[in-house]
Nanobody
Framework: QVNLVESGGGLVQAGGSLRLSCKVS????????IGWYRRAPGKQRELVAR???????SVADSVTGRFTVSRDTAQRTVFLQMDSLKPEDTGDYFC?????????WGQGTQVTVST
């Protein structure tokens, strides 16, 4: 059974955009806030965005105005639209419930932003 699976990472130049996808099981999506997390090289994993069951969203101060979180309930997918990317956005991106449950950490998807 698939719980949460990330995809969509890649290499992009600074100023570019990427859209990450998180495929979520129906039960998890229906009953939890879903978060996008980032682990930059040499740093701890941090929350960058989340979407509540109500659809309300929030993003970290460091990505405000550049990242947007959304979902398509029919597709059971949560998206992270990342625009105006900066080299400091480089890292592995993960989705998990919020607060995170270590059981649900997956492989993540790698984002590299070049100068």
């Amino acid at each position: 059974q698939v719980n949460l699976v990330e995809s969509g990472g890649g290499l992009v130049q600074a100023g570019g955009s990427l859209r990450l996808s998180c495929k979520v099981s129906e039960t998890i999506l229906r009953t939890n806030t879903i978060g996008w997390y980032r682990r930059a090289p040499g740093k701890q994993r941090e929350l960058v965005a989340r979407i509540l069951r109500t659809g309300e969203t929030s993003v970290a101060d460091s990505v405000t105005g550049r990242f947007t979180v959304s979902r398509d309930t029919a597709q059971r997918t949560v998206f992270l639209q990342m625009d105006s990317l900066k080299p400091e956005d480089t890292g592995d991106y993960f989705c998990n419930i919020y607060p995170p449950n270590r059981v649900y950490w997956g492989q993540g998807t790698q984002v590299t932003v070049s100068t």
